[in-house]
């Protein structure tokens, strides 16, 4: 199947710096990337839809000015969380669907925890 | 709109006894429906799928779910736990009911899973 990768796998940083996280799909040109949010044993929440060559869509409550989305090309897309504070300490992740594929499900990325102390 | 919702957050079954974790949707028009399982700090591997094809789903690591329609049900089963299936499962409805690239994926709240010994 389809791969996302999604790097770095986790990071530490001090408060008041940017943390920038990649996601790549690997086989696939993805026009359109999704970024998630998941708080500890909760659900996934959706913070951002990444468009390819366009402004991202954001979710109703997300600070467009706190996690800038950029999606340059086909197969990137980065969530940058600007200067970062504890309180965006979490786990975020993206998928993507592959638009030549027939199976119509999302592959996600592996993860990212971030820390912010 | 679309949703679906996951009674029981937390499932706890035997090592050998049989798994059943319950999805029911809402769907304006004919859904496709996912199930998805999570490892810790993993992302999300796809279990399972449906496209309105075939309503018994078998999937990865000898899941199944059922599609019924008129129950609005797409749960998922498996006969015999096993020690390695212990993780978070979610079920997952396409926004506008088809698989496109573009198209959002609605999460449940999940159900975490815990097989005894």
Redesign the interface.
Known sequence: GAVVSQHPSWVICKSGTSVKIECRSLDFQATTMFWYRQFPKQSLMLMATSNEGSKATYEQGVEKDKFLINHASLTLSTLTVTSAHPEDSSFYICSARDPGGQGAEAFFGQGTRLTVV | AQSVTQLGSHVSVSEGALVLLRCNYSSSVPP?L?W?VQYP??????LL?Y?SAATLVKGINGFEAEFKKSETSFHLTKPSAHMSDAAEY?CAV?ESG????????I????T?LAVQP
Do not use: P
Request: hydrophobic share 30%.
């Open positions: 496709y996912f998805y700090n993993q992302g999300l591997q796809l799928k496209t979610f396409s088809y698989g496109g690239a573009t198209n959002k994926l999460f449940g709240t999940g975490l």
